[in-house]
């Protein structure tokens, strides 16, 4: 017993004395891959915008501008400063409830999270909810563009009746303003912060909505009807408005629904803020007993 004991030691310091080469790393990434803490958070107060509706709209069977209408946002919300990092984002990979990103995304505390999909953005949301305890969600298009103040593109264009397709040149020589061959997935704040402390929005990389895409008439009024709404197609917002398949990560290989596509999707989120007796109420249903 003593011999073994004895050769039990020996064995560990001897792998004490080998072990900051070897051991380190190894720790290092299991510390990384459950070091999950809050993003940084803006707050924007409570407050009415004017705002354009999204989707596609028809009057009498020809092309309609699409409604404006005064948008009040009643609580704080809570978004993201920046878009989630693809070293973020590389978390949840590594915990196998994300999809893993392409091989030519550089993985960086300081850099986006681009090439996902809505369903990658809606899986990391969901994964960051659980591990933090706090419920983070996709921001519909309103929130979005409340958050985004006067960065906020209106693409409204005016309306020919007698040639409709005016407006779709006018919207592509607009959209094509920008440059085509800036791709490159740039470090957080490169275009800066808006009015109300949000950075890079507007940049190159659009972000990911909860908004659904929709088609609708509207009367003479200019008010919508009833609308057919397509949930497989999302509103992202970056330079421009643009309409993506929900599945594609690359909007430049073919998936957007309208318009010139999106350099690169990713996406930012928002906290939802629950009140402290529903807080209450979950954790004790979360601790209660499987059949109690």
Not at 63 to 87: C, D, F, H, K, W
Not at 140 to 167: H, L, M
Not at 176 to 194: L, M, Q
Request: with cysteine; proline share 6%; net charge neutral.
């Amino acid at each position: 017993m003593l011999i073994a004991f004895k050769l039990k030691l020996a064995l560990a310091c001897a792998a004490g004395l080998a072990g900051p080469l070897a051991v380190a790393p190894l720790v290092s990434e299991l510390m990384m891959r459950h070091a999950v803490g809050e993003p940084a958070l803006v707050e924007v107060a409570p407050g009415s915008f004017a705002y354009r509706e999204a989707g596609d709209f028809t009057r009498g069977g020809q092309q309609a501008e699409a409604p404006m209408r005064t948008i009040r946002i009643n609580r704080p919300l809570r978004i993201m400063r920046n878009q989630v990092a693809s070293s973020d984002y590389q978390h949840c990979v590594q915990d196998g409830a994300c999809r893993a990103l392409d091989r030519d995304v550089a993985i960086a505390p300081d850099r986006p999270a681009v090439q996902v999909s809505w369903h990658d953005a809606e899986a990391y949301a969901g994964w960051l909810s659980r591990k933090t305890g706090h419920q983070y969600r996709l921001p519909n298009d309103e929130e979005w563009a409340f958050a985004a103040g006067s960065r906020f593109k209106d693409d409204g264009a005016p309306i020919d009746a007698s040639d409709p397709s005016k407006r779709w040149i006018s919207r592509y020589e607009r959209e094509s303003e920008r440059d085509p061959s800036d791709t490159t997935a740039h470090r957080f704040g490169k275009f800066g912060p808006n009015e109300h402390g949000v950075e890079d929005l507007a940049g190159n990389v659009w972000e990911w909505t909860a908004t659904c895409f929709v088609r609708s008439r509207v009367d003479d009024a200019g008010n919508p009807g009833r609308p057919t709404v397509n949930c497989g197609v999302r509103v992202a917002e970056g330079a421009h408005r643009a309409y993506v398949t929900d599945f594609i990560r690359d909007a430049r290989a073919g998936g957007c629904a309208q318009g010139v596509p999106p350099a690169n999707l990713g996406f930012r989120l928002v906290r939802e803020e629950t009140s402290w007796l529903a807080s209450v109420s979950q954790r004790l249903s979360k601790a209660r007993p499987a059949g109690s």
